[in-house]
Protein backbone atom coordinates (compact mmCIF):
# COMPACT_ATOMS: atom_id res chain seq x y z
CA UNK A 1 0.00 0.00 0.00
CA UNK A 2 1.71 3.54 -1.23
CA UNK A 3 0.95 6.41 1.13
CA UNK A 4 1.89 9.90 0.98
CA UNK A 5 1.41 13.37 2.93
CA UNK A 6 0.24 16.85 0.85
CA UNK A 7 -1.76 19.77 1.12
CA UNK A 8 -5.02 20.61 -0.33
CA UNK A 9 -4.68 23.23 -3.10
CA UNK A 10 -8.32 23.51 -4.08
CA UNK A 11 -11.20 22.32 -6.72
CA UNK A 12 -11.46 22.95 -10.24
CA UNK A 13 -13.28 20.91 -13.13
CA UNK A 14 -11.95 18.86 -15.78
CA UNK A 15 -13.10 16.86 -19.07
CA UNK A 16 -12.68 13.11 -19.68
CA UNK A 17 -12.02 11.57 -22.86
CA UNK A 18 -15.60 11.41 -23.65
CA UNK A 19 -16.53 15.27 -22.96
CA UNK A 20 -17.97 14.98 -19.57
CA UNK A 21 -16.90 17.71 -17.30
CA UNK A 22 -15.47 15.76 -13.98
CA UNK A 23 -15.60 18.05 -10.48
CA UNK A 24 -11.74 17.45 -9.04
CA UNK A 25 -9.33 18.43 -6.28
CA UNK A 26 -6.20 19.22 -6.59
CA UNK A 27 -3.58 17.88 -3.95
CA UNK A 28 -0.09 19.06 -3.48
CA UNK A 29 1.73 15.87 -2.43
CA UNK A 30 5.26 15.22 -1.32
CA UNK A 31 7.77 14.89 -1.32
CA UNK A 32 7.83 13.44 1.54
CA UNK A 33 11.21 12.06 3.56
CA UNK A 34 11.23 9.19 5.87
CA UNK A 35 12.08 10.42 9.21
CA UNK A 36 12.12 6.64 10.94
CA UNK A 37 11.16 3.52 9.94
CA UNK A 38 10.11 1.16 12.76
CA UNK A 39 10.70 -2.31 13.15
CA UNK A 40 8.96 -5.21 14.90
CA UNK A 41 11.97 -5.98 16.70
CA UNK A 42 13.09 -2.43 18.24
CA UNK A 43 9.59 -0.71 18.19
CA UNK A 44 6.98 -3.76 18.48
CA UNK A 45 5.38 -3.28 15.21
CA UNK A 46 6.27 -2.28 11.80
CA UNK A 47 5.18 0.97 9.86
CA UNK A 48 7.09 4.14 7.98
CA UNK A 49 7.03 7.39 9.62
CA UNK A 50 7.08 10.72 6.95
CA UNK A 51 7.37 13.98 7.51
CA UNK A 52 6.28 16.85 5.21
CA UNK A 53 6.54 21.00 4.69
CA UNK A 54 9.65 22.09 6.00
CA UNK A 55 9.37 24.40 9.54
CA UNK A 56 12.20 26.36 11.38
CA UNK A 57 14.09 24.61 13.79
CA UNK A 58 13.18 27.35 15.80
CA UNK A 59 9.58 26.22 15.73
CA UNK A 60 9.86 23.15 17.03
CA UNK A 61 11.32 21.05 20.75
CA UNK A 62 14.79 19.94 20.18
CA UNK A 63 13.49 16.60 20.08
CA UNK A 64 11.51 17.17 17.03
CA UNK A 65 14.72 19.11 15.69
CA UNK A 66 17.24 16.32 16.99
CA UNK A 67 14.56 13.52 15.23
CA UNK A 68 14.65 14.96 11.79
CA UNK A 69 18.64 15.03 11.89
CA UNK A 70 18.59 11.37 12.16
CA UNK A 71 17.40 11.61 8.25
CA UNK A 72 19.09 14.30 7.69
CA UNK A 73 16.09 16.41 7.16
CA UNK A 74 14.72 19.61 8.57
CA UNK A 75 11.83 19.35 10.93
CA UNK A 76 8.25 18.84 9.37
CA UNK A 77 4.87 20.63 10.64
CA UNK A 78 3.14 17.10 9.48
CA UNK A 79 4.39 13.85 10.36
CA UNK A 80 2.85 10.59 10.28
CA UNK A 81 2.70 6.56 10.25
CA UNK A 82 1.90 4.26 7.57
CA UNK A 83 1.50 1.00 9.24
CA UNK A 84 2.87 -2.43 7.65
CA UNK A 85 2.16 -5.88 8.11
CA UNK A 86 4.94 -7.74 10.70
CA UNK A 87 5.94 -10.12 8.25
CA UNK A 88 6.95 -8.03 5.65
CA UNK A 89 10.11 -5.77 4.79
CA UNK A 90 10.05 -2.23 3.43
CA UNK A 91 12.10 -0.75 0.60
CA UNK A 92 11.83 2.33 2.24
CA UNK A 93 15.27 3.68 4.02
CA UNK A 94 15.53 6.27 6.68
CA UNK A 95 16.07 9.74 4.84
CA UNK A 96 14.12 8.76 1.22
CA UNK A 97 12.30 11.07 -0.08
CA UNK A 98 9.27 9.38 -1.86
CA UNK A 99 7.01 11.56 -4.54
CA UNK A 100 3.90 11.25 -6.11
CA UNK A 101 5.26 8.24 -8.55
CA UNK A 102 4.35 6.02 -5.86
CA UNK A 103 1.00 6.09 -7.35
CA UNK A 104 1.94 5.84 -11.12
CA UNK A 105 0.13 2.26 -10.89
CA UNK A 106 -2.89 3.25 -8.80
CA UNK A 107 -6.49 4.09 -10.25
CA UNK A 108 -8.24 5.03 -7.14
CA UNK A 109 -7.07 6.54 -3.80
CA UNK A 110 -8.58 7.20 -0.35
CA UNK A 111 -8.02 10.45 1.24
CA UNK A 112 -7.98 11.26 5.03
CA UNK A 113 -8.58 14.69 6.01
CA UNK A 114 -10.33 17.21 8.43
CA UNK A 115 -13.09 18.49 8.35
CA UNK A 116 -14.22 21.99 8.63
CA UNK A 117 -15.28 22.88 11.65
CA UNK A 118 -19.00 24.48 11.84
CA UNK A 119 -18.98 25.30 16.06
CA UNK A 120 -21.74 24.68 17.93
CA UNK A 121 -24.92 23.58 15.97
CA UNK A 122 -28.56 22.79 16.42
CA UNK A 123 -30.60 19.45 15.82
CA UNK A 124 -31.39 20.68 12.13
CA UNK A 125 -28.23 21.92 10.93
CA UNK A 126 -26.45 19.02 12.60
CA UNK A 127 -28.53 16.43 11.83
CA UNK A 128 -31.17 17.43 9.41
CA UNK A 129 -34.08 17.56 12.01
CA UNK A 130 -37.47 18.90 9.79
CA UNK A 131 -38.13 20.73 13.20
CA UNK A 132 -41.84 21.62 14.59
CA UNK A 133 -44.74 23.04 12.31
CA UNK A 134 -44.91 26.32 11.87
CA UNK A 135 -48.59 26.98 11.75
CA UNK A 136 -50.45 28.17 15.01
CA UNK A 137 -50.78 25.89 17.74
CA UNK A 138 -46.67 25.80 17.81
CA UNK A 139 -44.70 28.67 20.10
CA UNK A 140 -41.07 29.48 19.88
CA UNK A 141 -40.35 25.38 19.26
CA UNK A 142 -39.89 25.67 16.11
CA UNK A 143 -36.00 25.07 15.78
CA UNK A 144 -36.17 22.60 18.67
CA UNK A 145 -35.12 18.95 19.03
CA UNK A 146 -38.13 17.54 20.91
CA UNK A 147 -38.49 15.60 23.88
CA UNK A 148 -35.47 13.07 24.68
CA UNK A 149 -37.69 11.08 27.62
CA UNK A 150 -37.72 7.43 25.57
CA UNK A 151 -33.55 8.08 25.58
CA UNK A 152 -33.60 9.52 28.94
CA UNK A 153 -32.93 6.77 31.04
CA UNK A 154 -30.48 3.78 29.90
CA UNK A 155 -31.83 1.14 32.25
CA UNK A 156 -28.79 -0.43 34.37
CA UNK A 157 -26.10 1.47 33.05
CA UNK A 158 -27.13 4.91 35.46
CA UNK A 159 -29.64 7.77 34.18
CA UNK A 160 -27.41 9.24 31.48
CA UNK A 161 -28.73 9.50 27.79
CA UNK A 162 -27.89 6.50 25.73
CA UNK A 163 -24.50 6.73 23.59
CA UNK A 164 -25.68 8.18 20.42
CA UNK A 165 -28.99 10.28 20.71
CA UNK A 166 -28.94 13.19 18.58
CA UNK A 167 -28.77 16.50 20.05
CA UNK A 168 -27.39 19.52 19.02
CA UNK A 169 -23.64 19.67 19.65
CA UNK A 170 -20.34 20.59 18.38
CA UNK A 171 -20.25 20.24 14.60
CA UNK A 172 -17.49 19.15 12.31
CA UNK A 173 -13.65 19.45 12.98
CA UNK A 174 -13.26 15.86 13.24
CA UNK A 175 -11.12 13.30 10.94
CA UNK A 176 -13.20 11.70 7.68
CA UNK A 177 -11.81 9.53 5.61
CA UNK A 178 -13.44 9.42 1.75
CA UNK A 179 -12.84 6.42 -0.08
CA UNK A 180 -12.36 5.20 -3.67
CA UNK A 181 -11.60 8.67 -5.55
CA UNK A 182 -10.51 8.04 -9.12
CA UNK A 183 -6.98 9.34 -9.68
CA UNK A 184 -7.55 11.39 -12.69
CA UNK A 185 -3.61 12.59 -13.58
CA UNK A 186 -0.38 12.49 -11.64
CA UNK A 187 1.90 15.82 -12.57
CA UNK A 188 5.35 14.19 -10.94
CA UNK A 189 6.72 18.00 -12.00
CA UNK A 190 5.01 19.88 -9.30
CA UNK A 191 4.12 16.77 -7.42
CA UNK A 192 0.19 17.52 -7.98
CA UNK A 193 -2.40 14.81 -7.71
CA UNK A 194 -5.46 15.60 -9.35
CA UNK A 195 -8.35 13.02 -8.08
CA UNK A 196 -12.04 13.11 -8.69
CA UNK A 197 -14.62 14.76 -6.34
CA UNK A 198 -14.28 16.76 -3.07
CA UNK A 199 -11.84 15.76 -0.40
CA UNK A 200 -12.42 16.52 3.50
CA UNK A 201 -10.63 20.28 4.64
CA UNK A 202 -10.34 23.57 3.83
CA UNK A 203 -7.95 24.49 0.99
CA UNK A 204 -4.65 24.52 2.48
CA UNK A 205 -5.48 21.71 4.85
CA UNK A 206 -3.60 18.82 5.08
CA UNK A 207 -4.08 15.28 4.41
CA UNK A 208 -3.03 11.95 4.23
CA UNK A 209 -3.42 10.16 0.77
CA UNK A 210 -3.00 6.38 0.49
CA UNK A 211 -3.79 3.24 -2.14
CA UNK A 212 -7.42 2.54 -2.06
CA UNK A 213 -8.08 -0.73 0.20
CA UNK A 214 -11.47 -1.56 -0.87
CA UNK A 215 -11.84 -0.16 -4.59
Do not use: W
Not at 103 to 108: I, L, R, T
Not at 120 to 140: D, I, L, N, W
Amino acid sequence: MAMLLGKKVGMTQVYDEAGKMLPVTVIQAGPCTVTQVKTVEVDGYSAVQMGYDDIKPSRRKKPAVGHADKANTAPKRFIKEMPLPNDTETEYKIGDSVTVSVFAENKYVDVIGTGKGKGYAGVMKRHGFHGFPASHGCERKHRAGGSISSFASDAGHGGNLKKGKKMAGRMGGGRITTKNHDLVSIDEEKDLLVVKGSVPGPAGGYVIIRSAQKS
